[in-house]
């Protein structure tokens, strides 16, 4: 069983840049949802996918955008990027029809810089 | 807003002495509540969750925590720190997304 994947580990960008991050969730998981964890925070919810489809979002703007393909691999885009969005970007994929009491697994993150 | 504070913003300890990092929430109803920890440089790793069953939950590496509705509290503890303890930990609720709290950063001096 392969666990969640993230690339790349580390992205360095300019302000104003677009941006695309990549997960490759854990065997059999078909839900993935996006956390933004900015330096001494807590992980913030950006948005979940369900079977291809946005299941939930945070209170993130719309230059935060999101795909999951057939395979229920996803990537996360963001647009028109600001200082304040350099951080640790995590994904974590769970299990059909994601419940409060089940377990999402996290991938390593990926850790984009603003300049 | 359903929430989690966490008390701590930074916790140390002595190796071989107790561990215990605080957890509140905010609910109308019992929730369910997980600790997650995080290494440097690493993602997340679930430690224990709470999911309105047994009230004291043991989780991995010898930490365990008590669920108190009456206290809206859910602190994570352990008997005896270990070097490899110290890492970043959070408390989370669980909505099917994850609400975190702040973090404590854990310190383990030898």
């Known amino acids: 069983e392969t666990g969640v994947t993230q690339s790349p580990t580390h992205l360095i960008k300019t302000r104003g840049q677009q941006v695309t991050l990549r997960c490759s969730s854990q065997?059999?998981?078909?839900?993935v949802s996006w956390y933004q964890q900015a330096l001494g925070q807590g992980p913030q919810f950006i948005f979940q996918?369900?079977?291809?489809?946005?299941?939930g979002r945070g209170n993130f703007p719309p230059r935060f955008s999101g795909l999951q393909f057939p395979n229920y691999s996803s990537e996360l885009n963001v647009n028109a990027l600001e200082l304040d969005d350099s951080a640790l970007y995590l994904c974590?994929?769970?299990?059909?029809?994601?419940?409060?009491?089940?377990?999402?697994?996290f991938g390593p993150g990926t850790r984009l810089t603003v300049l | 807003a359903q929430s989690v504070t966490q008390l701590d913003s930074h916790v140390s300890v002595s190796e071989g002495t107790p561990v215990l990092l605080r957890c509140n929430y905010s609910?109308?109803?019992?929730?369910?509540l997980f600790w997650y920890v995080q290494h440097p440089n690493k993602g997340l790793q679930l430690l224990l969750k709470?999911?309105?069953?047994?009230?004291l939950v043991k989780g991995i590496n010898g930490f365990e925590a008590e669920f108190k509705k009456s206290e809206t509290s859910f602190h994570l503890t352990k008997p005896s720190a270990h070097m490899s303890d110290a890492a970043e930990y959070f408390c989370?609720?669980?909505?099917?997304?994850?609400?975190f709290g702040q973090g404590t950063t854990l310190q383990v001096k030898p």
């Open positions: 974590a994929s769970g299990p059909e029809g994601l419940a409060g009491t089940d377990e999402q697994f």
């Open positions: 709470y999911t309105s069953a047994a009230t």
């Open positions: 609910s109308s109803y019992s929730p369910s």
């Open positions: 996918y369900y079977r291809e489809e946005e299941n």
């Open positions: 989370a609720r669980n909505t099917g997304k994850l609400i």
């Open positions: 065997s059999g998981h078909n839900t």
